[in-house]
């Protein structure tokens, strides 16, 4: 049962133009909600997060929007660079009894061609 | 600030075998969780340790364990090792909780790519 799912394996965008990557969840307890990027032979590096009270979050030129109803978020990358190809995994935080349990979707390929 | 590292990078072991991967934690961290990425999937969660101890474990059987040392680093051992035990394991550290503030965020090392055939 995939709790968090990216529906989109990959995605081609032209350089200076928005990348807008998607994430579906289906559990409502998650309370974070967290964005990760990966080059080729190197561990996930975070890049941004939106805490479930929120609907923005801004950090430069990456913004992630949180729709709680629909249970959906998106990563809106603009304007696209070729550095960030690379492939992105969504996250989802469920706290229990305190711990964190951090759920990753499959991830997209973003390639920005030049 | 030392961030995560992971030992080995690569290894290739057979079926039955056991395996002991280990983990350094980001400087400050105090909480350890490990990860399995399978080719083409998402990092999947195994365990998560703190204060030494597990407090938090995703859908492995018993034969993934794994420990937490007092200056926060741990490792993940996988006895009897099956075919589908090949992927990239990898190891994340994390702050419990800080005052001002949590991201929530996991810091990854490069992970440790284990091969079994």
């Known amino acids: 049962d995939q709790q968090v799912k990216q529906n989109s394996p990959s995605l081609s965008v032209q350089e200076g133009r928005i990348s807008i990557l998607n994430c579906d969840y289906t559990n409502s307890m998650f309370d974070y909600f967290l964005w990760y990027k990966k080059y080729p032979a190197e561990g996930p590096t975070f890049l941004i997060s939106?805490?479930?009270?929120?609907d923005k979050n801004e950090d430069g030129r990456f913004t992630v929007f949180l729709n709680k109803s629909a249970k959906h978020l998106s990563l809106h990358i603009v304007p696209s660079q070729p550095g960030d190809s690379a492939v992105y995994f969504c996250?989802?935080?469920?706290?229990?009894?305190?711990?964190?349990?951090?759920?990753f979707g499959t991830g997209t390929r973003l390639k920005v061609l030049a | 600030e030392t961030g995560v590292t992971q030992s080995p990078t690569h290894l290739i072991k057979t079926r039955g075998q056991q395996v002991t991967l280990r983990c350094s934690s980001q400087s400050g961290h105090n909480t350890v969780s490990w990860y399995q990425q399978a080719l083409g999937q998402g990092p999947q969660f195994i365990f998560q340790y703190y204060r030494e101890e597990e407090n938090g474990r995703g859908n492995f059987p018993p034969r993934f364990s794994g420990l937490q040392f007092p200056n926060y680093s741990s490792e993940l051992n996988v006895n009897a090792l099956e075919l589908d035990d090949s992927a990239l394991y990898l190891c994340?550290?994390?702050?419990?909780?800080?005052?001002?503030?949590?991201?929530?965020?996991?810091?990854f090392g490069e992970g440790s790519r284990l091969t079994v055939l």
């Open positions: 994340a550290s994390s702050l419990a909780w800080t005052s001002g503030g949590y991201t929530g965020e996991l810091f």
């Open positions: 939106i805490s479930s009270i929120k």
């Open positions: 996250a989802a935080r469920e706290t229990t009894s305190g711990t964190y349990k951090y759920i």
